[in-house]
């Protein structure tokens, strides 16, 4: 009888070793956000900044809106992925747009001008 039960209890834990090994491998494998680009209040990389994440460069998935206190602010662009950053006029991907495809040490006439945006390759 005890062989028995320290059998049952062997395989329920063998049992819940192989769930939580599975489970953490399917964790894993999800997407992880990578830092895509940093931005920054002035030209030349200077000034306040923030970096701006994604879990892949995909259009439909990497939009974005930036935070209210940088809405109107960015005027240079330091890409750190092979992605390219298309950047709107206004938020929610809405209005004029153009696209970067390398760092921006100035933005010319999209200086202070940018509210959403997205990564894509």
């Known amino acids: 009888m ?14 819940a070793m192989s769930l939580v090994l599975c489970a953490a491998g399917t964790a894993d494998a999800a997407p992880r ?16 900044s923030i970096d701006l994440y994604a879990d892949e460069c995909v259009f439909v998935s990497s939009q974005r809106n930036l935070p209210s206190a940088w809405n109107d ?28 495809w390398a760092s921006q040490n100035g933005l010319g006439p999209w200086n ?10």
Not at 2 to 15: D, E, N, P, Y
Not at 33 to 48: C, I, K, L, M, S
Not at 73 to 100: D, K, L, N, Y
Request: hydrophobic share 45%; aromatic share 10%.
């Open 112 to 121: 202070d001008r940018i509210s959403s945006y997205a990564f894509s390759k």
């Open 33 to 48: 956000a990578q830092r895509v680009a940093t931005v920054y209040e002035h030209a030349n990389y200077q000034g306040a």
């Open 73 to 100: 602010r960015i005027s240079s662009i330091q890409m750190h992925q092979p992605c390219a950053m298309v950047v709107f006029e206004h938020s929610g991907i809405a209005g004029a747009s153009t696209w970067f």
């Open 2 to 15: 005890l062989q028995r039960i320290g059998s049952a209890v062997l395989m329920a834990a063998a049992t």
